[in-house]
């Protein structure tokens, strides 16, 4: 039986993108019809589409409780998270060339490290334990007189860790010689925990419009007043210079009614996808033997599940899910033509057959139970047929 032409579908690769909300969708319709112009213009259809651009500045600077200034529009999680390290490495050299930031950051925080490395910088990564958490003492212990940037993910889009940033903000608080400039990967746990700036105590967060049931293409990077940071794309002036390139009025206006939407229902969303997680762990380990979760439950994403299956490899079990209708994944969508394992994983010492053998489940606003149910079925056979063409089991 073909499942795909019947039309059925169930979508559990809600960290590489979520489906947009039906009310965002809406507004962002009517803005693309009307809210056509150059915001750099001067015209009526200009001032429109900046004032709309004002507005969602707005609504984002009070969801995070920042200031609108404070807000960098750029064209997503990649290129926010570029800007931040490399803008702000670039611009602070003078005062040091040490950066801190860790083993299982996204590929845009390690690979913009890696250039920075290029340039005469040096760059320090901290191992995570068996749950993805860093140690507080470790940080401690790597920072240096000349450390002017830590980057440390709030929430690990792999495995789903949260990371202690209150805790690592107060240390940074309370150092006697120069305060490193903090940052922040903050698209996966912008749709699940507390993004406030001045709670948390980070000096830059990265956002993604396309993880909180936005539109892709667009997201932010907040910068506290008074933090010194170079543009990496020049040549229009927009966004206060710090990133040229005409804005996309529509796509911010879904983008700030998205993160409006999300911190509005983050506390029930929470309550549903954390118990429907769980339901859906303890069936697949009752009904599937050697299946191993990656990384701790305690500081986890609600809707994050990472398993590694014992003689199932990995893009095997994505593509026959597939084929039965289920939408999964091994990990970061931005990766997914990586062959090598999982950088995650192997940061967690997850043995190497193992991280071949991951899958990542993660659910979303309109995740069923009658899908989670369908998807058991379908992983248990999936799973056995998959195993009896191995001699791995």
Do not use: W
């Amino acid at each position: 039986m073909n499942i795909m032409n019947e039309g059925i579908r169930v979508y559990l690769d809600n960290a590489s993108t979520t489906p947009i909300d039906s009310e965002v969708l809406l507004n962002m319709t009517k803005n693309l019809s009307k809210n056509y112009g150059n915001p750099s213009s001067l015209h009526l259809e200009g001032r429109l589409s900046k004032k709309l651009i004002n507005q969602s500045r707005q609504a984002i600077a009070r969801v995070i409780n920042a200031d609108a200034k404070e807000i960098i529009f750029t064209s997503g999680g990649t290129e926010s998270d570029n800007l931040a390290i490399l803008g702000i490495a670039r611009a602070n050299k003078h005062s040091g060339r040490h950066i801190i930031t860790s083993k299982i950051e996204h590929k845009a925080i390690i690979d913009a490290c890696k250039v920075l490395e290029q340039e005469g910088f040096s760059v320090t990564y901290l191992d995570v334990d068996k749950n993805g958490l860093i140690s507080i003492n470790a940080l401690k212990s790597s920072i240096k007189p000349d450390t002017i940037l830590v980057s440390i993910m709030y929430a690990n889009n792999e495995i789903g860790s949260i990371q202690p940033i209150k805790e690592i903000a107060g240390v940074l608080k309370k150092m006697d010689s120069q305060k490193p400039i903090f940052h922040t990967d903050a698209c996966q746990a912008a749709v699940s925990l507390d993004i406030d700036v001045t709670k948390l105590g980070v000096d830059s967060m990265t956002i993604s419009s396309s993880k909180i049931y936005g539109p892709k293409g667009v997201g932010c990077l907040y910068v506290k007043n008074g933090i010194k940071i170079a543009p990496q794309i020049v040549g229009g002036g927009q966004e206060g210079g710090l990133r040229s390139g005409t804005e996309n009025s529509a796509l911010i206006g879904g983008f700030a009614d998205a993160l409006t939407l999300a911190n509005k229902k983050r506390v029930n969303d929470n309550q549903k996808i954390v118990e429907l997680r769980d339901y859906f762990m303890n069936e697949i380990l009752s009904k599937i033997k050697n299946v191993y979760i990656n990384g701790g439950m305690e500081y986890r994403l609600p809707n994050n599940l990472n398993l590694s299956i014992k003689g199932v490899e990995g893009e095997s079990l994505i593509l026959m899910m597939d084929h039965y209708g289920i939408a999964c994944s091994t990990g970061s969508a931005c990766s997914s033509s990586d062959l090598n394992p999982s950088h995650v994983l192997m940061a967690l010492k997850i043995p190497i057959d193992l991280a071949h053998c991951s899958v990542r489940f993660t659910l979303g606003r309109y995740t069923t139970k009658q899908e989670i149910d369908y998807t058991i079925k379908t992983l248990v056979k999936c799973v056995a047929r998959i195993r009896s063409m191995s001699s791995i089991l």
